[in-house]
């Protein structure tokens, strides 16, 4: 049974998994689109879109909370410079994700996860 079983596990520790959603995330916000497998596309959507709605808010301790899961100072201040401002009208749903068929080396389905404009 897979009761609280949440999310996928992407065949990785639970650290891991961590550091990769904190990583797509950064890259996610940096340079506003980014392509990967669907899976982790699909994963990495509450993720961001959590991260969003602290860029939103916009106060200290929201900052402070989004700088524990993003390192790089540079993205932490586009997240609630610009991102945050983008979205304030806006209740959810920031991120978008396009199918983009099978990579070719091993025939993963790719995606694509973009910010809605």
């Known amino acids: 049974m897979r009761h609280r079983k949440k999310g996928r596990a ?17 890259s996610l916000f940096l340079h506003e689109r980014i392509e990967t497998t669907t899976a982790k ?22 900052r402070r909370l989004a700088g524990r899961l993003i390192a790089d100072r ?9 991102i945050g401002p983008r979205f304030t009208e806006r209740p959810g ?15 993963a389905e790719m995606a694509l996860i973009e910010l809605v404009d």
């Not at 990785?12 to 797509?24: I, Q």
């Not at 540079?74 to 610009?82: A, N, P, S």
């Open 10 to 26: 992407l065949s990785r520790t639970a650290s891991h998994k961590k550091a990769t959603m904190r990583n797509m995330a950064t």
């Open 41 to 62: 596309a699909k994963e990495l959507r509450p993720f961001a879109e959590r991260l969003i709605t602290l860029g939103k808010r916009g106060d200290l301790h929201a």
């Open 93 to 107: 749903g920031y991120t978008r994700i396009l199918k983009l068929g099978n990579r070719r080396g091993d025939a």
């Open 74 to 82: 540079q993205v932490l201040g586009k997240l609630f410079d610009d």
